[in-house]
């Protein structure tokens, strides 16, 4: 009986991620630009449901369905991670993009431009993907996803570190 109750409650929780979308927004009013917003309902529920699977897993009942409740936390873990590097790597963006928008800019730092380039179709391809498939199981864990954006995000260190120095140089040749 104990088994049968958890399991329903394991196909239930999985069940609810069938309707879960990303929410996307055109990104200052361009709809070739699209943004992830309001993501605070899937960042509690994918937290709740994490805390669920583990719960799931250290209980005695589980073992007819360990394998899908090993797999299925995998899943989420997956998500959360791929989830926190896409938001890091959407605020990276939407920083720098107006920046790099500038050729006087991409001018003067020719590298940082560069790598920016990159970052830049990395997300606007991920973007263009997830638009086509918004669920957020789908969208997070497709193959390659998760290592695009942590890419993506080290580009970005890169480029923020390039542009903080290129800032305190002009800082120390125009003083105030």
Same mark, same amino acid.
């Given at each position: *009986?104990?088994?049968?109750? $958890? =399991? @329903? ?10 309707? *879960? ?9 361009? !709809? ?10 899937? /960042?509690? %529920?994918?937290?709740?449901? &994490?805390?669920?699977?583990?719960? *799931?897993?250290?209980?005695?009942? %589980? @073992? !007819? ?10 899943? +989420?873990?997956?998500? /959360? ?7 890091? *790597? /959407? ?6 993009? !107006?920046?790099?928008?500038? =050729?006087? &800019?991409? /001018? ?19 973007? @263009? ?7 957020? $199981? ?6 390659? %996803?998760? =290592? @695009? ?5 080290? +580009? +970005?260190?890169? &480029? ?14 125009? !003083?105030?």
């Amino acid at each position: *009986m104990q088994e049968y109750t $958890l =399991e @329903k409650a394991f196909r239930k929780m999985t069940s609810e991620w069938e309707e *879960m979308f990303l929410m996307l927004n055109a990104h200052k009013g361009d !709809p070739n630009v699209m943004v992830v917003g309001g993501v605070d309902d899937i /960042q509690t %529920v994918l937290d709740d449901h &994490i805390v669920k699977t583990q719960t *799931m897993r250290n209980s005695p009942f %589980v @073992k !007819p369905f360990e394998k899908d409740v090993k797999e299925w936390e995998a899943t +989420l873990l997956h998500t /959360q991670l791929s989830l926190d590097e896409w938001l890091k *790597m /959407q605020a990276g963006w939407m920083y720098l993009e !107006p920046i790099f928008s500038s =050729e006087d &800019i991409n /001018q003067q730092m020719p590298e940082e431009g560069r790598l920016f380039q990159l970052v830049d179709r990395n997300f606007k391809d991920t973007m @263009k993907k997830c638009a086509l498939n918004p669920k957020v $199981l789908e969208a997070c864990t497709s193959p390659g %996803v998760l =290592e @695009k954006l942590t890419d993506s995000n080290a +580009l +970005l260190d890169t &480029i923020n570190r390039g542009l903080n120095a290129y800032l305190e140089k002009k800082r120390l040749y125009f !003083p105030r």
